[in-house]
């Protein structure tokens, strides 16, 4: 629990933050419609598309939460030479996202399409090209960063698997001496070793260590960041909440969440309010908590979605109630 005051107070201070993304840029396409039939050539639903929606996916999804807070936020990532790659430099105009973009000919923009029907998702397709960064590419990922570094108050690594994230970029960063928020994939696990902390969920925390579905999440925290040498750690729970790792001290963070629809960008909500508000001058259960309310919101919404300051302080109020 938190005093609402005091939540008002940490996200008022929100508008003179800056922070850099760096990860994985995805453009989210959704084609939204109906169903009314199933297929004569498979036992597959037919979807008459109605509408065609574009957001902002992935590490600019994380950028989008900061900006829709009120703070300001650079995106150091990679888009192809393409049309899906000026439609995200469009959007990121569109929010007042400072643009530090990397082409690369060698791929394309990363696409992830949803069909929605029903307010369901029936199905995912997914355009990408994984393999690691070419050395050119990197250095100049390394050069934007390094135009902003002295300006930012800390910097957000958004993972999701795709190549930005490497072993050079990440030692970069932690170099800086700011603080570095991790939203973390498996296969990079150590490549966070010293970082200030990182927001695994339940299916990433125990696959970075390699534990059984039955080892108790405390046992595998504090695992984590032994390897990693952390101070803190915070792992999203879905329906059960979230663990906060602090030192030696563990905290059981309630789900916030009054219903669920889409729990596509939680991970970009929490990690960009679990920042924002540590930034502010919030403690860490602060910032679990305020992080908890937001994610509790953006799950109630279909497709990528964020908060807004008014909307956080008011599901705050509300969940109090």
């Known amino acids: 629990m938190i005093d609402v005051k005091r939540a008002q107070q940490l996200i008022s201070n929100f508008k003179n933050l800056k922070i850099a993304v760096v990860g994985d840029i995805i453009l989210d396409k959704y084609l939204w419609g109906e169903v009314e039939r199933i297929s004569p050539e498979a036992p597959v639903p037919i979807v008459d598309v109605k509408r065609e929606t574009v957001s902002l996916g992935g590490a600019s999804n994380v950028a989008n939460n900061i900006v829709s807070l009120e703070a300001k936020a650079y995106m150091i990532g990679v ?102 928020f991790v939203d973390p994939k498996p296969s990079n696990f150590y490549l966070y070793k010293d970082i200030t902390i990182m927001t695994p969920n339940r299916k990433e925390a125990y696959e970075s260590i390699k534990a059984e579905k039955n080892t108790p999440v405390e046992e595998v925290g504090k695992t984590i960041m032994k390897q990693l040498n952390l101070k803190q750690l915070l792992i999203t729970l879905g329906a059960d909440g979230m663990a906060l790792f602090e030192e030696e001290k563990v905290i059981k963070i309630p789900a916030k969440a009054r219903k669920v629809f889409d729990v596509t960008g939680a991970g970009d909500t929490v990690i960009s309010v679990l920042a924002l508000v540590k930034l502010s001058g919030g403690t860490w259960e602060e910032s679990a908590t305020i992080a908890n309310y937001a994610a509790g919101y953006v799950v109630g919404e279909i497709g990528t979605a964020t908060v807004d300051q008014e909307t956080l302080i008011e599901t705050i109020k509300g969940q109090k109630e």
Do not use: H
């Open 79 to 180: 888009i192809g030479n393409d049309e899906n790659g000026k439609t995200i430099e469009k959007l990121l105009q569109e929010k007042g996202i400072i643009p530090l973009l990397v082409k690369d000919k060698s791929r394309p923009t990363i696409e992830k399409t949803r069909v929605i029907a029903v307010s369901q998702q029936l199905l995912r397709i997914d355009r990408e090209n994984r393999n690691p960064l070419n050395e050119t590419v990197e250095r100049r990922i390394i050069d934007q960063i390094k135009e902003i570094k002295d300006e930012v108050d800390g910097f957000i690594v958004s993972d999701y698997g795709k190549g930005v994230v490497n072993k050079n970029i990440m030692e970069y960063i932690k170099s800086l001496g700011k603080p570095v």
